[in-house]
Structure formats: C-alpha cells, structure tokens
C-alpha cells in the first residue's frame, strides 16, 4: 500500500511538468494555423508594397533592375539575395507578385519556426521548451499593440511575414544554433558556411543583421569550453569569407550604408511606450537574473546585454534608429522566461504560474489578429474592437496603368502604387542611394501646394514625364476641369485617377 501510495504521489507531482507540453504546443498549433490563414489574405500595410515592387523589378530585368519606386538607374538595398530569389522565381514561374510575397511567407514561417525550435534546443532538451519559447516570442510583448518589422509579436509578425525580415530572423536562429553546435571544434568548412549564412542575413536585412551579429557574439564569448585558438582561427575565417560577400554583392553598396542618414524621425517611436510594448517581457529579464547567478557567461544573458547597452546608447545619443536592435534584447529574454519554467522547485512552479498569466495578458492583446483571417462582424465585440483594418490596394489602377509608368502621388499612395509596377516621382520611403531625392520631394510638394501656379505644375509633370495623377477631391493640384487632365476612374475612400494628356 505505501509503495502503491507512493508512486501514485509521484504520479501527481509529475503530471503538471507533464502538461507543459500539451498545454504550450496547442496553443501555438492554434497561432501557426492562424499564421498560415493570414499568409492567405496577405493584409496590406506597412512597408508591403516595397517588397512588391522590388520584386517587380527584379522579374522585368534580375541583371540591372534600377531603383524600385522611381524611373532612375540606381542601386537599392531591397535588392538582397532573398528578393532576387524571389524575382527570379516570378520570372520563370510567371506567378503573380503577392503570389509570389505569399511564397515568401510560407517559407519565411516555416524558417522561423524551425530555427527557433533548433535554437531553443542548444539549451534544453525539454519536450515543451520549443513550443513555449515561440509562445513567448509571439505572445510576452505588453499590454498595448506594437508592431514592427523584425519584432515577433502576433500582430507584427501577421502583417510582415512575407518580409526580407522575416525570412532574415528565420535564418538568425538557425545560424545560432548552427554556431553554437560548431564551436566545440566543427572544420573549416563548417565556420565559411556561417560566414556566408552571416553575410546573406545582413543582406536581406541590415538591422536584423546587426541582431544576428550580436546572437552570434554572445554564443561565442558564452561558450564552454572557451573556444581554443584553433576554433577562433576558423571563426575569423568564417568572418572574413562573410565580410568577402558582402563587398562583392553586385546590388548595392552595403559599406555605403554605414554613412546613410535621416532613419531618426521615423525610429523615435521605438522609444516611447515602453512599458505598455515591451512591458510583459520583464519576466524574462527576472529569468536572465536566474540564468546569470547560475553562469555569469551564460549566452542568453550576454545576448540582452549586447541588444539593451546599444538601445540605450541609441536614446540617449539621439542615434533613434539603433532602436531597432532591441530585438537582440527581447529575443534572449523571451526565450529565457520560457526556459525557466523547466528549472526545479518552488521558482519553477511561480514562474509558470505569472509566465501563463502573462501569455494569457499578451494574447489578449493582440486577439484583434483574428480580424486578418475573419469578417469584422463575426468576431465578438471586444475583439473586434481589437482590430485595425489593412490598407486598401491599388489593383484598381491596372485597367489603365502599365508597368513602368510614372504617377503623381502624395507620399502615402507612393509606398503601394510602385508594386503593381508603375514608378512614383518621388519615393514613399527613404531612399540613400537616390542622389535626386530631395528635388523630387520638393516637386511633389510644389504640384500639390494650394498656391502654385498652373505653369509650375505642368512644368513638374513633364520634367519627371508623369503619365498619371492619383488625388483626393481636398487635394490640390490641376483642377479636374483642366484641360491637361483626363479623368478615368474612381478607387476607394474616392481616389482619382487622372490621365495627363496635355
């Protein structure tokens, strides 16, 4: 009877560690199927329509592609290896662009997922490390929506999943993992085939990149055994090989990123709000705590490091555009709260109990995801009010507009117009390697201000040879009545299309 007594209280106690799995892998079975229906509907927003027509670009000519917003002859750093792939497939394939961004999604989930299930693994063999982990990269963000690209929370990775930056943070964990398995002493080879995954992760995309190069630096200074002087002999191979790719890349300089400017505005954002963004994550800072009593050179605690000592150097310089390495410090940390659940004793119990709580918290948060894959009025009211509804395209353009026309536009119409195949005059987003930029900008301005002469206005049409103007009734420009214009059909939110004939 006590030893039947016995087993059965140890049966007892085993049974809630035993439940981790089930209870985390459900759950994330739910989010993937929910990833997957979002990869179907492809919501617009964001920076969808850069990567649109960058590959349109590419499919109308791979070799010399030009700018891909603008009718100039200039390099881009959207032209990475992933997008080329991309391009190339639309061309052979003859598969429509958002087709083709809907390949891209697939492929990019699919990488995230299983770099991240190998990467977890370098730490813990536990059957429901995996699926917790990517919970907590999904889910431990804050009580207030944030989304971004190369930031994995729901909402943000719903809407950037056919990103570069996807793909890039996909490709990240598998080089992490990869790097920590080679260290022990892995050959030569083993340490160039890093050396080019790190190149092709900068490439595709830079701020990940720098992520990227901060995981690998913590997995290197956090390894036991130190690295002896063989291994570092093969790691600056490795390093010099990827440093070989990246100033030979035929697309664009990226050397000649390092002096770009003007990304400030735009990333002062990422500072403000920081607790109702990024708030739940705290739990994996207490679990970094853990970790670093335990191994005061533990990877992951070297990983925040890294990411939060350059964050912050970013706020307090005015640098805002570092903040987008702050992935570097949420990455470790998410991980972390996940991997903590697994330690022994009472800590373990706790940190499960406020961990699930949290997720629970950051699920919430972001339920207003259901409203990419479900009408609006089918989702019960508090998560309807959740949802943000995507931009509206502009496949209504393509009766008139052909590939390669120029259109006038503000510069919210000029990030989507460019990916159905037309050119802007001048970019919807900043553009480093566009010496013309600022003439360009100001010609907008100039067509569109309310007290500009008509002469100035066709003067701007015909000098960028514009072809079409896309404006709201409140806009100003050349009346509808002009004699220059034609008008031809009407979009969404009652957008105009007008054809320039004179």
Known sequence: MRAASKGAAEGAIRAPRNLVPLAAALPLLALIVLLLLVIVRLPWAGDLGIHAATIERLRADPLDPGN??????????????????LGCLARVT???????????????????????????????????????????????????????????????????VSYPSTFALGLSFHFWALLRKALPGAGVRAFLGLGVLWAV?????????????????????GARPWPSRQVWGRLACGAALGIAVLALWPYYSFFGLFGAGGLEDIHRSLYRGLLPHFGLALLGVAALVCRWRRDRRDPLVLFFALGAVLFAAGGLSGHYSWGRVLPAALIPAQVAAALEVFERGAVRRAAAALLGAALLLGAWTQAGTLGYVAPRGALPGPVAAKYRAPW?????????????????????????????????VAPGYPDFFLPDQPERLAAVRTYFAPDTRRETRLAVLHRYGVRWIIAYPTDHGLPPDDPALRKTSVGPRGQVLYEVVG
């Open 68 to 85: 891909p917003l603008v009718d100039a002859d200039t390099p881009s750093p959207y032209y990475s290896p992933w997008t080329l792939l």
């Open 392 to 424: 509206p395209g502009y496949d209504w353009l393509a009766p008139e507009v052909r590939h390669g026309d120029v259109v006038m536009a503000k510069t919210f119409p000029s990030r989507q117009i460019p990916a159905y195949g037309p050119y802007t």
């Open 201 to 221: 992760i900068l490439l595709s995309h830079q701020f990940t990149g720098v992520v990227a190069s901060f995981g690998a630096s913590a997995m290197v200074l």
């Open 94 to 160: 003859g598969l429509g662009t958002f087709v083709v961004l809907r390949v891209a999604a697939l492929v990019g989930l699919a990488l995230l997922v299983t770099g991240v299930r190998n990467f977890v693994r370098t730490f813990s063999t536990r059957p429901g490390a995996v699926p917790l982990a990517l919970l907590c990269l999904l889910l431990l963000w804050g009580p207030g929506l944030f989304s971004w690209s190369g930031f994995l929370g729901l909402n943000s990775l719903a809407l950037t």
